[in-house]
């Protein structure tokens, strides 16, 4: 018997609303195409929730009550000076930029002097050229393939990276997502890497909202990655949204033989995140090394879920997070390795940590291990602790502050994960930002 599934009004918005936005978005016949395949995708099984299981922890169903209008243009007066405050530490670094304003392309706030070897073109311009390659992108995992298909039905714009073969760039490539305006929007962007044989190089997608914007968003994010053979690639994303923003965004990595993929990924001060990678070995000899920081309190929901498939031999994979919670905010995280049966000689370790500031936080960890070959070297481990009174104390007799105590021990925590991040610039930046979040935090007591 088939028992139907009713829709929220957040399901049935988003599947109607296509149709009177469709014209306004970027793409050609072969495109739209893709476009309405893509929402017919989404509408047929709507929001992910709690039944499927790699969703059990973010309802997502039940959290989007409602669905904002699509931004399909920016018509705010954003300056460069606005984007460069709402960047903060990172806004100081010098590096080749690439701005996007409510999901579209800004030429006047972008700079990309400097990014010698490296092709950016808007998302926009190839979608208006007929161009739908990833826009029927799918993922084992139902509830992503869903938000795939919203992505796809909706993007405005994005960024094309294409880095040619051999390219050695020293300065990291920031694309600058920017949300800005009074008007609660639901923003989506969509971003293909291509990096070339033997090219190194450093991109980092920083997610963010300048000053006087609305609390209230919705992000719906996507980045197709592909290494060529010896391609190294440090690929960073920072989420500090500010606001109540629900932050939806999937990576999906392709790994040659031989390629270097080393990602951290930053979040805080976001009302719901979900940030989702899928990586794929393709070659043997890679590396791949994911880790990242997640900060929340209040009521703040973090969800990172990873899949790691070891597809072919002699594949090394590491994976590290580090939270921190505070309030009654949650984390999650979920970090599945498939070794698969030809994928003999795989080298795979995992491990989540989680630092308690509260009795209410929250933490959930799941990390998965399916193996099907028997010459591999696997392990993965999980901890949550509060803060170490003994160490506190010492800090204490010694004549530190309580509060300046605390912020030492937490950020020897996080530093752990965050000194991960080869570019220096970056990691120190990276490093300030959780100093300025543990100095706003509202946790006081022990």
Not at 9 to 38: D, I, N, Q, W, Y
Not at 224 to 252: F, P, Y
Not at 324 to 343: H, M, N, S, T, Y
Request: with cysteine; proline share 3%.
């Amino acid at each position: 018997m088939n028992v139907a599934v009713m829709k929220t009004k957040a399901e049935m918005t988003l599947a109607e609303t296509f149709g009177s936005v469709a014209e306004a978005l970027p793409g050609g016949a072969e495109v739209k195409a893709a476009r309405a395949a893509a929402i017919g995708r989404f509408a047929a099984g709507g929001l992910p929730h709690r039944r499927i299981e790699e969703w059990k922890y973010t309802d997502l169903r039940g959290v989007m009550k409602d669905a904002l209008p699509v931004a399909v243009g920016d018509e705010t007066k954003t300056t460069i000076a606005d984007v460069i405050v709402a960047m903060g530490a990172i806004g100081r670094i010098d590096a080749p930029r690439f701005v996007l304003v409510n999901g579209r392309y800004r030429k006047d706030l972008s700079n990309l002097s400097g990014a010698s070897g490296i092709t950016v073109t808007p998302l926009s311009e190839k979608l208006a050229e007929g161009d739908a390659s990833g826009l029927d992108a799918t993922d084992e995992d139902r509830g992503a393939s869903a938000l795939l298909a919203l992505n796809a039905a909706y993007v405005s714009d994005g960024a094309v990276i294409e880095v040619k073969d051999g390219t050695k760039l020293d300065l990291p490539l920031l694309v600058v997502h920017v949300r800005a305006g009074a008007v609660p929007q639901l923003s989506v962007g969509r971003n293909r890497i291509v990096v070339g044989k033997g090219a190194t190089v450093t991109i980092a997608e920083i997610f963010v909202a300048v000053p006087g914007s609305t609390v209230d968003g919705q992000v719906n994010s996507a980045s197709e990655v592909q290494l060529g053979e010896g391609a190294s690639l440090s690929h960073i994303k920072v989420a500090t949204d500010l606001g109540s923003v629900t932050h939806l965004a999937n990576w999906l990595v392709e790994l040659g033989g031989e390629s270097s993929y080393r990602a951290f990924q930053y979040t805080s001060s976001v009302g719901v995140a979900r940030n989702q990678l899928r990586a794929t070995f393709k070659g043997e000899h890679a590396k791949l090394d994911i880790s990242g920081v997640f900060l929340g309190r209040k009521s703040e929901h973090i969800d990172t879920t990873l899949f790691v498939d070891h597809a072919v031999p002699h594949g090394e994979s590491r994976e590290l997070f580090k939270g921190v919670l505070d309030g009654e905010a949650r984390g999650i995280f979920q970090g599945k390795v498939i070794v698969r049966p030809d994928a003999q000689k795989t080298d795979g370790k995992q491990m989540a940590q989680a630092l308690m500031l509260s009795e209410t936080a929250e933490f959930d960890s799941k990390p998965e291990l399916e193996i099907y070959a028997d010459d591999v070297v696997c392990g993965h481990g999980s901890t949550a602790a509060e803060l170490d009174h003994d160490l506190l104390f010492y800090l204490r007799a010694r004549g530190i502050p309580l509060d300046q105590a605390r912020a030492l021990l937490i950020q020897s925590f996080i530093g752990e994960a965050i000194a991960k991040v080869d570019n220096t610039a970056l990691r120190e930046a990276l490093m300030e930002e959780a100093e300025t979040w543990l100095a706003s935090s509202a946790a006081k007591s022990v």
